[in-house]
């Protein structure tokens, strides 16, 4: 339990940039503990994206209640949340005032360019799971969703939903 | 005085309403929130930008600056607790449901096919955030040492996230130094 609590704590200040950096660091700290499979956490990624909320909290709240139950999500939750809470309620003068200073410009200069690293990692891992656990090389079937849903997602932007739902049903239907 | 079972239930809402994640909700945030008056128009960049500097979800962000701009911290408090309540019901709830169903092979193949719109979630925000981060070469060739030392390497992505602190720092001392 103190374990998950730190942990949450130490993602909670390590996310930089959103939902989707959490995405790659709670996946490598909590898989590389055997806390939960690979596969386990990929389902889990998926609900968070299909439910409502941040995603980042819907992981830490999954996350916790699959290791303690209600008080493990509550605790993996609030430990998530409480660095950022404490930093933005206490700096937020100070982070309004030098937000266009030279260092914090060039802080993210090269923290956004470090991200789409992080991004790309879980993306290979999340494809791979997706596409390459089958006995033939490639999951044919598979892929041709992908390409479906990939086509279906660009005319319809910044529906994430409705692909979900799609994909969902032509998961249920093809695979 | 705005009424902080006001802040609660408009945050509440946006938790319980908003799909895809904090920068999905920035439009609705706007809507509820700059539209009611509660933070000048002028402000609202302000605010997206702290929250994308902060460590954390942006909503969370969001929530704590909108919050204590109204009622300080019990009003930031109050703000973060209403935008993450409907997460930690509606998870909790699918995922006590999901371990009795997970065995199923129907609920299997909805969550192979939903993963699969994850990779393509994940392939389009590395494009969008990309096309906009990667000014210049050199940076595309740190994004991919980056991606190199999660990926092959094993390095912790934290270790990456303080390189590039230390870089920033860095660029930014070796142009005082130039300039002088």
Redesign the interface.
């Known amino acids: 339990m103190i374990a998950l609590i730190l942990v949450f704590l130490y993602i909670g200040l390590f996310t930089i940039g959103g939902g989707m950096v959490a995405i790659p660091l709670i996946q490598q700290i909590v898989v590389e503990r055997g806390w939960i499979s690979l596969s386990d956490f990929f389902g889990m990624v998926a609900i968070a994206e299909s439910t409502p909320g941040p995603i980042g909290i819907n992981i830490a709240t999954y996350v916790g209640f699959d290791q303690f139950g209600i008080p493990g999500a509550l605790i993996a939750t609030i430990s998530f949340i409480i660095p950022s809470f404490l930093i933005v309620s206490v700096l937020s003068d100070l982070l309004k005032k030098y937000r266009y200073s030279p260092i914090v410009k060039n802080w993210f200069l090269y923290l956004k360019a470090s991200i789409i690293g992080l991004i790309g990692y879980a993306f290979v891992n999340v494809a791979d799971y997706a596409l390459f656990q089958t006995e033939e090389w490639i999951d044919l079937k598979a892929l041709i969703l992908l390409v479906g849903l990939s086509v279906v997602y660009y005319f319809l932007r910044k529906k994430p939903w409705i692909v979900i739902i799609i994909g969902g049903v032509c998961g249920a239907l093809f695979l | 005085m705005i009424k902080l079972s006001n802040i609660f239930f408009v945050f509440l809402r946006l ?11 920035l439009p609705i945030i706007k809507r509820d929130i700059v539209d009611r008056g509660w933070i000048p128009e002028e402000e609202f960049g ?1 605010y997206i ?13 969001i929530a ?2 909108v919050g ?1 701009h109204l009622r300080k ?1 019990i009003g ?2 109050v703000a ?1 607790i209403g ?2 309540l ?3 019901i ?3 709830v ?3 449901l ?1 371990s009795e169903f ?1 065995d199923i092979v ?1 609920v299997q ?18 494009i969008e ?2 096309s ?4 210049n070469v050199y ?2 060739f ?10 092959f390497l094993g390095l ?3 270790l ?2 303080g ?3 230390l ?3 860095i ?2 001392l070796i ?1 005082k130094r130039v300039k002088q």
């Open positions: 938790g319980a309403l908003t799909f895809g994640g904090g920068l999905a909700m302000d930008a702290v929250a994308q500097v902060a460590p954390g979800m942006i909503a969370i962000n704590t600056l204590m911290r930031a408090l973060v935008v993450a409907p997460s930690i509606v998870i909790t699918i995922a006590s999901l997970a129907l193949k909805v969550l192979k096919g939903i993963i699969i719109v994850v990779v393509v979630l994940l392939g389009t925000a590395i955030i990309g906009k981060a990667i000014r940076l595309f740190y994004a991919a040492m980056c991606f190199a030392a999660v990926y912790s992505s934290v990456v996230i390189l590039s602190f870089l920033g720092t660029h930014t142009r």
